[in-house]
C-alpha cells in the first residue's frame, strides 16, 4: 500500500486561518464556492511535500498577512513499506496511530495493534525562515530531508501555468526523477559556461557595460564587469532543459508550450512512469484545458494509480465520471466536511451545471 496522509493540519497559511482535516485514501474531491480556500488545501500538501527546498515565503502567504503569526502545515502519514526512512540524517522515531491521533507507542496491549505513523511539519517563523522537519515521540525535532520527500513522491497539476515544471529538468521534477541523472545539469552547465557571453554582445550593449564599469570604480565596487552565467534559486540550468514532442513532421516543440490539458496529461504521465510511482497527486480544477471525453480519460488513468489523490473541480462531468471518489464541501469559513453523493447526484438531475450548493456541513 502506498503512503497516505491520514490526518492533515493547516494553520495561519494563506486563506485557512485554521484547519483539520481526514483525508479518504484514494480519490479525494474538494467542492465548494469561489475563494473559500480549495486550492490552498492543495498547495499546502504541495509545500509540504515538495522535493525541493526553492520555496520562500512572503508576507501575503500568512493568515491576514499577520507575519507574527507561524504557518503551519502538519501532518500524520502512514509511510510505504518501500520508502526508507533510514535514508534521514537522524533516526526518526514512530508514533501509533489511534484512529484519530499520532499517540506516543507504549507496551500496552491496547496500542501494541496499532499502526506506525509519522508526523511531519513545514514551519515559517515571524522572519519567514522556512522548516521542513519530522516530529518525534518525545517532542524534539528532526529535519525532513529532501531524499525522504522525494521517496515518498508528489506530481502537483496546478491551474495556472506552473503545471509546466514537471516538463523541464528542474530539480525535484517529475522528468528529473524519471531520468535520475543528477550530474546532467552540471555536465551541460559546463557546457553553456564555455561560451563567449561577453563576446556575443553588441558594441552598444557592450559601451553600456563599459559605462557601468565606470559608475562603479567611482563608487569604488569592484571594477571589470561582464555577463556571464550566474546561478540563482529561480532560474536554472534545468529550467533551460525541457521535454520535446513532434508538432508535425520534422518539427519538434517544448511539450510546455503545448495546451493546458496536454501539459497536465503528460506531466501525470511522467510522474506515474518513475521508478517508484508518486504516494500523492494533487491536481487543481481538473477540468481545465480538456474537453469531457479527456477529462474522463484523465480520471479513468488516475483511478488506476495507486496512492492519495486531491481534486478540486467546478465540473458536474468530473463528479460524475468518477463515483468511487470521496466528495468534501469546503464552505465560507474554510472548514471541511463530507458531503453525502445522494445530494450531489439529486442536484445533478435538478440542474446538471450546479452540482454543488451550499450544504448544512452539520447533517
Not at 552547465?189 to 556575443?200: D, P, T, W, Y
Request: net charge negative; hydrophobic share 40%.
Amino acid at each position: 500500500m502506498s503512503s497516505r496522509i491520514l490526518k492533515l493540519k493547516i494553520r495561519n497559511f494563506r486563506g485557512v486561518q485554521e484547519l483539520e482535516w481526514y483525508p479518504a485514501h484514494g480519490m479525494n474531491f474538494v467542492l465548494g464556492g469561489g475563494d473559500t480556500g480549495k486550492t490552498t488545501v492543495l498547495e499546502a500538501i504541495d509545500l509540504l511535500f515538495s522535493p525541493s527546498t526553492s520555496f520562500s515565503v512572503s508576507e501575503t502567504d500568512y493568515w491576514m498577512r499577520e507575519t507574527s503569526s507561524c504557518i503551519t502545515i502538519e501532518s500524520v502519514i502512514r509511510l510505504d513499506d518501500k520508502i526508507d526512512i533510514s535514508t534521514q540524517p537522524n533516526m526518526a522515531y514512530p508514533w501509533h496511530w489511534d484512529g484519530t491521533e499520532a499517540v506516543i507507542p507504549d507496551n500496552n496491549e491496547e496500542n501494541a495493534g496499532n499502526d506506525e505513523v509519522y508526523r511531519v511539519r513545514f514551519t515559517a517563523n515571524d522572519q519567514q525562515e522556512t522548516l521542513w522537519e519530522v516530529v518525534q515521540p518525545d517532542g524534539s525535532t528532526i529535519r525532513f530531508s529532501v531524499g525522504l520527500r522525494r521517496q515518498i513522491g508528489l506530481v502537483s497539476l496546478p491551474s495556472d501555468d506552473r503545471n509546466d515544471k514537471d516538463l523541464r529538468l528542474v530539480y525535484g521534477s517529475a522528468l528529473d526523477r524519471h531520468i535520475g541523472d543528477v550530474s546532467l545539469r552540471s555536465r551541460i552547465g559546463k557546457q553553456v559556461a564555455a561560451i563567449n557571453l561577453q563576446g556575443e554582445l553588441s558594441d552598444e550593449a557592450k559601451e553600456a557595460l563599459m559605462a557601468l564599469d565606470a559608475k562603479f570604480e567611482e563608487k569604488a565596487l569592484p571594477g571589470g564587469v561582464s555577463i556571464g552565467l550566474s546561478s540563482s534559486k529561480g532560474i536554472s540550468i534545468g529550467a533551460l532543459v525541457g521535454l520535446l514532442a513532434q508538432r508535425a513532421e520534422g518539427t519538434q516543440l517544448p511539450l510546455s508550450s503545448w495546451g493546458a490539458g496536454t501539459r497536465r496529461l503528460a506531466s501525470l504521465e511522467i510522474g506515474a512512469a518513475n521508478s517508484m510511482a508518486p504516494s500523492f497527486i494533487t491536481v487543481d480544477e481538473i477540468e481545465r484545458g480538456l474537453e469531457p471525453y479527456r477529462l474522463r480519460q484523465f480520471l479513468a488513468d488516475l483511478l488506476k494509480q495507486d496512492g492519495q489523490k486531491f481534486i478540486t473541480t467546478h465540473s458536474p462531468i468530473a463528479i460524475a465520471s468518477a463515483p468511487e471518489a470521496q466528495l468534501w464541501y469546503m464552505d465560507s469559513s474554510g472548514q471541511l466536511a463530507s458531503l453525502p453523493p445522494e445530494l450531489v447526484i439529486k442536484q445533478q438531475r435538478n440542474d446538471p451545471e450546479r452540482y454543488c450548493q451550499v450544504v448544512d456541513l452539520s447533517m
